[in-house]
């Protein structure tokens, strides 16, 4: 990411949220703060209620109790497209992006709540952001590499300038070298440029050597939290994210 782009960040306070698909709650209670400049990550096992968690805050799945604000906005089960007018963007695991369409088409597709001369200079402001799309403007979107593709998927919400950046597994699916380079280079160069960041991830050492406060769930609710630091400090946590006790940094290997 480039030095000079400069990112409007906005808190995201998620106090006490419990959501579901209309069965029993998925999720019980979750308390989540992000500050601009902030990474902060989320792990857990599959169906620990991750993704559900992000669905909830952007208004995919419905609150039955707790309060979502964006600053000083209560966003709590608006409707997706007010939950992105209000500053979030939210990349999903899946359909993240518009295969048929080219990169650029793609780009002018997020920005489609902007008034038609905006949208030039925000693509230009992407391809600040994220360089290698530069060249690739006109290829369909189905033929770029994985992290070409996530890339697109981070540009496309950032065309309508989000303070709060929500990613769900950025990195599935990718070797682990491009996994490591996406998140040192661009997840945590969103928070670097100002914007508040909360990612789900399996890649549990990866993913803490850019945080700055990981929530591990399961069974939809908060077990720990803390800093890489403290986590990794943890013998429950070594055991169950970090494979066991042979690595006691972060930084020292890849997820
Ligand atoms: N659309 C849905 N309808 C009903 N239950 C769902 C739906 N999506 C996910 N779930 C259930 O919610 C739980 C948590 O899933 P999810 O949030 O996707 O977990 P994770 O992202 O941590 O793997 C799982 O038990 C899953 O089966
Ligand atoms: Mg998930």
Request: net charge neutral; charged share 20%; aromatic share 4%.
């Amino acid at each position: 990411m480039s030095a000079e782009v400069s990112l409007p960040g906005v808190p995201l306070r998620a106090e006490e949220v419990t959501a579901g698909y209309g069965g029993d709650p998925v999720i019980r209670g979750i308390s989540v703060r992000v500050q601009p400049g902030q990474v902060i990550s989320l792990v857990g096992p599959n169906g620990s209620g991750k993704s559900t968690l992000l669905k909830s805050l952007v208004g995919v799945v419905r609150i039955s109790s707790g309060t979502v604000a964006i600053g000083d906005r209560e966003v709590t089960n608006l409707p997706p497209e007010e939950v992105a007018r209000a500053g979030v963007g939210y990349v999903p695991q899946v359909d993240d992006v518009f295969a048929p369409l080219t990169v650029k088409e793609n780009l002018e597709m997020g920005g489609y709540l902007l008034h038609h001369k905006q949208v030039a200079e925000r693509i230009g402001r992407v391809l600040a952001v994220f360089p290698r799309l530069s060249a690739m403007l006109g290829r369909g979107a189905g033929k770029l590499s994985g992290g070409e593709r996530k890339m697109l998927a981070m540009g496309r919400v950032l065309m309508l300038d989000p303070g709060v950046f929500l990613l769900d597994e950025p990195t599935a699916n990718l070797a682990p070298k491009i996994a490591t380079e996406l998140l040192e280079e661009h997840v945590r160069g969103l928070a670097t440029s100002g914007a508040s960041v909360l990612i789900v991830e399996q890649r549990a050492r990866a993913v803490l050597a850019i945080s700055d406060r990981t929530y591990v769930l399961g069974g939809g609710e908060v077990r720990m939290e803390g800093t890489p630091a403290e986590l990794s400090a943890s013998p429950e946590f070594v055991d169950s994210f970090l494979g066991g006790g042979h690595s006691r940094t972060v930084r020292s290997a890849e997820g």
